[in-house]
């Protein structure tokens, strides 16, 4: 038996929080949270860990993550990055506090996640959107990944063999968000050019072209003019050659993926599974009619994201009316690289207007920001409490996808012991790693 010791206990059931308290491990699963701990049963533990001025909790579950599995990625089937940027992207997600991991790159089969598995400690589950107009957006967009095995594959068959719910239905890629900004944008730019552009440069051009709400009509030749000269760039590109360029590289999967959200939904429906999808300005239309389905299970991805605060606050809201329906809140990168969101202002108000079911990290272009650390700021500025904090990235993540984390996500009698031991009060500073009761990283390093 294990005993983590005299720590501030966060049980992530939304509400219990014990000031001083000890989780006691035995093989795989808690056997109890206690106050007071007899010291006959701290005698015949195997091992006593002192966590005085610590916090405990249950792992983090990572709902919504992209290039963490050996398939292709993002919903236009890109080919990955290799198995060293895998494995660094794992690392990420892990010693930042997370347990288990969903990976929203539909398009991957389960042996890929299976062989994947192997070679991580964090629990890795998948979902799946094989069907024929999700498919046809990868394509447009990209679809270099996708070889026979993954355009034969189906939703049912990837359901019956283990995926846990469909999703991410459209994406930065296929819809004209952030994949093109850092990544086919630039790679145009360059290929037609020969030079290289940031991902700033990449995104005026982008909202002079289409604007917020990514639309043909929306281009005009002197808009997109003073969109080159903010970027930098009237003297490589003219107007014309901007819109054609944006043109091929966004646009020409957008309306396609649009209609992937229906058809989606209407598998979701019928099979009564989990449903994750893509929520920015582009498809936010589409979205509300999804609402109108009548899900179960609904999840409404990263609606902190792309809009104005008083847009998002505005139409999470109107989302937060249908029943079914799950907001979560992604972290995305304001805090440290601060490269595809500024700053957490939106995320903030989420919190303070009550919006947020789940939380999740979302991918960032790789650089994305803890769990824990929207926990601890949301915390010190008084917006959540400590325990509705936690349960939003434990608990309400297991009842938004049953199958992802099952008898996970809460420090309970019987419940899988995947336990952290982080600093206290600052929670993104994860000491231990417990998973299945074994001590899997301490103080930031991984152990298996």
């Known amino acids: 038996m294990i005993i983590l010791k005299d720590g501030l206990v966060v049980t992530g059931d939304g509400v219990t929080l014990y000031e001083k308290a000890s989780v006691l491990i035995r093989d795989n699963e808690i056997l109890g949270v206690v106050e007071r701990l007899d010291p006959s049963i701290e005698a015949y533990a195997d091992e006593v860990v002192d966590c005085t001025g610590k916090a405990i909790m249950p792992g983090m579950i990572n709902q919504h993550q992209h290039g963490v599995t050996f398939g292709p990625i993002f919903a236009s089937g890109m080919i990955n990055y290799g198995k060293d940027r895998i494995m660094e992207l794992l690392d990420?997600?892990?010693?930042?506090?997370?347990?288990?991991?969903?990976?929203?790159?539909?398009?991957?089969?389960?042996?890929?996640?299976?062989?994947?598995?192997?070679?991580?400690?964090?629990?890795?589950?998948?979902?799946?959107?094989?069907?024929?107009?999700?498919?046809?957006?990868?394509?447009?967009?990209?679809?270099?990944?996708?070889?026979?095995?993954?355009?034969?594959?189906?939703?049912?068959?990837?359901?019956?063999?283990?995926?846990?719910c469909i999703g991410e239905v459209g994406g930065g890629h296929t819809l004209g968000g952030g994949g093109q900004d850092y990544l086919y944008i630039p790679?145009?730019?360059?290929?037609?050019?020969?030079?290289?552009?940031?991902?700033?440069?990449?995104?005026t051009l982008k909202l002079g072209v289409l604007g917020r709400y990514i639309e043909e009509s929306y281009y005009d030749k002197d808009t997109v003019a003073a969109a080159l000269k903010e970027a930098k760039l009237d003297h490589i590109l003219t107007p014309e050659e901007t819109r054609d360029l944006v043109y091929k590289t966004t646009l020409a999967s957008v309306?396609?993926?649009?209609?992937?959200?229906?058809?989606?939904?209407?598998?979701?429906?019928?099979?009564d599974v989990?449903?994750?999808?893509?929520?920015?300005?582009t498809s936010k239309k589409?979205?509300?009619?999804?609402?109108?389905?009548?899900?179960?299970?609904?999840?409404?991805?990263?609606?902190?994201?792309?809009?104005?605060?008083?847009?998002?606050?505005?139409?999470?809201?109107?989302?937060?009316?249908?029943?079914?329906?799950?907001?979560?809140?992604?972290?995305?990168?304001?805090?440290?690289?601060?490269?595809?969101?500024?700053?957490?202002?939106?995320?903030?108000?989420?919190?303070e207007e009550d919006l947020i079911d789940v939380v999740s990290t979302d991918f960032a272009n790789g650089s994305f920001?803890?769990?824990?650390?929207?926990?601890?700021?949301?915390?010190?500025?008084?917006l959540v409490s400590l325990p509705k904090a936690i349960a939003q990235c434990t608990k309400n993540v297991t009842e938004a996808i049953p199958l992802l984390a099952p008898n996970l996500g809460q420090l309970k009698e019987g419940y899988t012991a995947d336990v952290l031991v982080t600093s206290y009060p600052n929670f993104s500073n994860v000491e231990r790693i417990y998973i299945d009761g074994k001590l899997v990283a301490k103080d930031g390093k991984k152990l298996v």
């Open 187 to 203: 790679k145009a730019v360059k290929e037609a050019k020969g030079v290289d552009i940031d991902y700033l440069q990449a995104r």
């Open 92 to 164: 990420r997600n892990f010693l930042q506090g997370c347990t288990t991991v969903l990976n929203v790159d539909g398009f991957v089969t389960m042996d890929e996640v299976n062989e994947t598995q192997k070679h991580h400690p964090m629990r890795i589950k998948t979902a799946t959107t094989h069907a024929p107009i999700n498919y046809e957006a990868g394509l447009r967009c990209d679809g270099k990944g996708l070889t026979e095995k993954h355009k034969t594959m189906t939703i049912e068959k990837m359901l019956a063999d283990g995926a846990v």
């Open 255 to 271: 309306k396609v993926a649009i209609d992937g959200y229906m058809e989606a939904a209407h598998i979701a429906k019928r099979l």
């Open 286 to 351: 589409v979205i509300h009619e999804v609402a109108k389905v009548g899900l179960n299970n609904f999840v409404a991805c990263h609606s902190n994201y792309l809009f104005t605060k008083d847009e998002a606050v505005e139409n999470t809201k109107i989302l937060k009316q249908n029943s079914g329906v799950i907001i979560e809140a992604c972290t995305h990168d304001p805090w440290g690289a601060k490269r595809l969101v500024a700053n957490p202002e939106n995320l903030y108000a989420f919190y």
């Open 274 to 281: 989990p449903l994750l999808c893509h929520n920015a300005p």
């Open 369 to 382: 920001d803890s769990m824990l650390e929207a926990v601890q700021h949301g915390v010190e500025k008084g």
